[in-house]
């Protein structure tokens, strides 16, 4: 499971322009799963997630987190996070997990993240969205368990 997180001011997802979710101050996470994830990565990631501090205190370090700001996440799926592009042009996609099992870990993930207290707020799982933000900082932190 891969997580690319954006610290926001706001963030938004949009389906045939209809506004299907938002946030104010938080993350927005877009989510890659990979063929072999599972349960414990979606843990992982989650327990991660909510325990990051990406907000800056008085004195400018980033000391504080979700719960200290009163922030929340905007969790959206993305199965291209898995393209690889090493060849060619046109990125393969053969890491991602199929629909059925990236769907069920994406719904777990954001269920174990609002498990630890974290306000979830969640784009349409394979619809075509269209994802507005205001990175802050700019923040943008990659974040992958190491299988190694």
């Known amino acids: 499971m891969r997580a690319l997180i954006q610290r ?6 949009q389906v045939d322009g209809e506004k299907v979710a938002g946030i104010g101050l ?3 996470v877009l989510l890659g799963v990979a063929d072999e994830d599972g349960e414990a990565e979606a843990a992982w990631l989650a327990r991660k997630i909510a325990g990051l501090r990406l907000f800056e205190d008085d004195a400018g370090k980033m000391n504080l987190g979700l719960e200290d700001v009163g922030g929340a996440v905007l969790a959206v799926s993305q199965f291209t996070l ?27 993930f954001c269920t174990m993240l609002a498990a630890e207290g974290v306000a979830v707020e969640k784009g349409v799982f394979q619809a075509h969205m269209e994802v507005s933000l205001v990175n802050d900082g700019p923040v943008t932190l990659w974040l992958e368990q190491d299988r190694g």
């Open 26 to 28: 938080g993350f927005l």
């Open 82 to 108: 898995y393209g690889d592009a090493r060849k060619g042009r046109r990125p393969s996609f053969t890491r991602a997990a199929p629909p059925a099992q990236a769907q069920e870990l994406y719904e777990m």
């Open 8 to 13: 926001v001011s706001r963030a938004s997802v």
